[in-house]
């Protein structure tokens, strides 16, 4: 359902732009591999992405496709540190 998924985050809600601490976010999808996405979401410290995790994750994914299976152990959360730009 990799282009059904696509289509939903060019049509995201951007309920999440308000959410405190956040500052942007890209959706990209690997060249050698059209069905992973990657979500890189910015925030200016890791407890305000915690605090959206908690309490806004589910209505953040109101418009997620119908039917859509997840490979299980193939969703990742990763955290990086920003060193430069
Ligand atoms: C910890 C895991 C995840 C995080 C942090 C995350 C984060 C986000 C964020 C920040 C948005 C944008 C919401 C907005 O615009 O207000 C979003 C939307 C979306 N996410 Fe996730 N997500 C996660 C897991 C998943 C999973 C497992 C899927 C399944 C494929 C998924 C599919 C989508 C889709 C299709 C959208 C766009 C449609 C919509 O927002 O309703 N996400 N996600």
Do not use: C
């Not at 069905?35 to 953040?60: C, F, P, R």
């Not at 119908?66 to 920003?82: A, D, I, M, S």
């Amino acid at each position: 359902m990799a282009p059904e998924v696509r289509e939903a985050f060019i049509n995201r809600p951007h309920m999440v732009d308000s959410a405190p601490g956040f500052i942007k976010m890209n959706v990209m999808v690997p060249q050698d591999n059209p069905n992973e996405i990657w979500l890189l979401t910015y925030w200016s410290d890791e407890g305000s992405y915690q605090v959206w995790y908690k309490n806004h994750m589910k209505e953040a994914h109101s418009g997620i496709p119908q039917g859509l299976k997840l490979v299980p152990g193939k969703t990742k959360v990763r955290f990086f540190e920003l060193v430069g730009e």
